[in-house]
Nanobody, 124 residues
């Protein structure tokens, strides 16, 4: 089991920014995907952004391209999601995931490890 602990969620007004963090203890990044996903009430979990190490190739859902940036700090074993120009429709529980076993980088079904989530609420 790889503990993944998200932080950084909160409430923000439309147009605002937040940075989510995901600390992964006991997990090495070599040749692995890590990703951010979100789930709104009554909705399915959807992929937001993912990153592959090594190389740093990133993947984004169309709905967040140009607004969100995924990155990682290998020395700190931490994954980040910088979110800008937030919209009410970005409101959801955000989860980080690690170790893609199958499928595409933004498909949540293929990830092995999951955090508990952090809530993001965008409202005026």
């Amino acid at each position: 089991q790889v503990p993944l602990v998200e932080s950084g969620g909160g409430s923000v007004q439309p147009g605002g920014s937040l940075r989510l963090s995901c600390a992964a203890s006991g997990y090495t990044y070599s040749s692995k995907f890590m990703g951010w996903f979100r789930q709104a009430p009554g909705e399915e979990r959807e992929g937001v952004a993912a990153i592959l190490t090594p190389g740093g190739t990133t993947y984004y859902a169309d709905s967040v391209k140009g607004r969100f940036t995924v990155s990682q700090d290998n020395a700190k074993n931490t994954l980040y999601l910088q979110m800008s120009s937030l919209r009410p429709e970005d409101t959801a529980m955000y989860y980080c995931a690690a170790a893609l076993l199958y499928g595409s980088a933004l498909n949540p079904n293929g990830y092995r490890y999951w955090g508990q989530g952090t809530q993001v609420t965008v409202s005026s």
